[in-house]
């Protein structure tokens, strides 16, 4: 897999992360750890695009 095409697939997952963790928040019966859990899953997604991005 090429790197462009590796960071499009971390991008999307990002943005599918973003969505749910929104969807999450609306949802008066989530969990807060879930909503924690996938944020935390978001942080990283963005930190590994961003080292890619750099090298």
């Given amino acids: 897999m090429s790197l462009n095409a590796h960071l499009t ?16 928040q609306r949802s008066p019966g989530t969990d807060d750890l879930e909503i924690r859990a996938m944020k935390k899953q978001k ?8 080292r890619l991005q750099t090298h």
Avoid: Y
């Avoid at 697939?9 to 999450?24: I, P």
């Avoid at 942080?43 to 961003?50: P, T």
């Fill in 9 to 24: 697939e971390l991008r999307k997952k990002h943005q599918t992360l973003s969505d749910a963790v929104e969807a999450a």
């Fill in 43 to 50: 942080l990283q997604l963005k930190e590994e695009i961003e």
